[in-house]
């Protein structure tokens, strides 16, 4: 292990661990102010100065620019606002001036260009540099020249060009981290998340979390008749390019996801992917459009364009509290099988006797059984809209009883989803401090533990603060136990307070096994040898509650 590498425990940092701790830019204030400028905004290499936020800012204000541009098509949207897209467009246009003056002042300064004789002129011929003239230049125009303005806002369009000042530097650091790789190992470090993919990788999920918020909301906003009237072809249009970004990461996951541990295998591989849950909802998200291309002449399948909305789905890939809520879901799948079957013949039951007292006071509410189940689920589940509600002496008894009941038998899932989902986060927070623990023992933590702990503290939303508390915690835990281990058992037992700590660190460890052990493995091996006898079954019973 190389110990210039490695993090003492003595001068332990949790912050800088995190990923959270605040890096000051070490610049001087006796540079010269160009210097000086040019080390605070535009210097990539010197952490804890500007340049990422501006690189952030512009990235979205470029955006917005394009956002505001589709909506100037619209008559109905753009004259009662001209003011207002005007106005935008006037502190756009300042802010990317500032930006490219700012950026041909401090050229001198620039790795790029400082090596050249004239380095401003070095810059204004380079490609970034001519986008970004190119995306304020029509603006200017316009003052010498009589443009037309819908040729003037068709030039406006090349801001979206500036875009190219993020994604270059990220598309060379990809190709960097994939030399050597196959094209498919570069299209899975691109889709999938890997140490390979860089920050391309992260553009490319935004872009694709992006098109999911737009077209999710298109989909929404096309159900008002008014807004849809006006922008017909728009939806049409921006629901087929949806569609084409879609289809094209659903080829993209099928083909390269034999390179994902646990899917290799050109088919059984891809067969497998394409069955897992975040490849269906990828799959149902671009189905209803096919569908209603190629049978529209067979079948009204309109109604399928709301199954879109099924692309809100996509954001949970990669989603911790997703993927916890599918671990539950999985562990107590069947108390909450049992719990929804007795719902389920109680609705049923119910519903029988609802249309069995009501039948003949009102025909036309409980006209038959399964108008009488929607009575019965409302009822149960203490909503009571008041559209179908008995009259007979008898059926207002059973409804009082089934209220009564309901608040108890529609609470039992609740209750069993809550519980085991806090038993599921704590059985993850027990096995990050078993990690903690293992990882403490040598007394360094060394790179790629500092990235386990860092990865784990995200995934389980752990701030600064508990991350402290559980490693003190655990070197506690740690100076007792070693202190401990050096007395003999003789020892320990004749000073109770040593006899107590040695139990509770036992215990502990007992209590750590229960949660990281299978429970049903654990209880069935036990019971088949006769391993444990049946006191010693009813302690780690006791245990693991």
Known sequence: ???QKTISIKHLDVKSILGAEIVEANISKDLPIRKWLHSWLLDPHIPGNHHKSIEKWIGLLIVANL????????????EPNRQWFHFFDIVSISIFTIEYFLRLYLAPEDEEFKAKKYARLGYISSPFAIIDFLAVAPFYLQAFLPLDLRVLRALRLLRILKLFRIIVPAYQEFVILNRGRSFRQKMHALVFDSPYGGRLQIIFETFIAVWVMVSVLAVIVESVQSVSYMLNVEFVI??????AIFTIEYCMRLYCCVEEPGFKGAIAGRWRQAKSIST???LLAIL???LEVFLHHLLDLRFLRVFRLTRLLKLTRGNDATATLGKVLKREWPVIAAAGFIMILLVVLTASLGYLFEYEAQPDKFENIPTAIYWAVITLASVG???ISPVTVPGRIMTVVLAFIGIGIFAIPAALLASAFSDELY???EELKENLRNILKDGVIDPEEIALIRKEAQRMHLNEMEVTTLIKQIENELEKESKLQALPINTIAEKPELAIEHYKSLLSQMRQLAVLTDPVAF???AAAKGRLSPSEMDLWRHIQQ
């Open 385 to 387: 809209y008041g559209d």
């Open 1 to 3: 292990m190389d110990n």
């Open 288 to 290: 209803p459009f096919f």
């Open 67 to 78: 956002f505001t541009l589709v909506f100037e098509q619209v008559p109905g949207i753009f």
């Open 238 to 243: 921006l629901d087929s390019v949806a569609v």
């Open 523 to 525: 209880e069935a091996l």
């Open 427 to 429: 059985k993850e927070r």
């Open 280 to 282: 269906v909802i990828d």
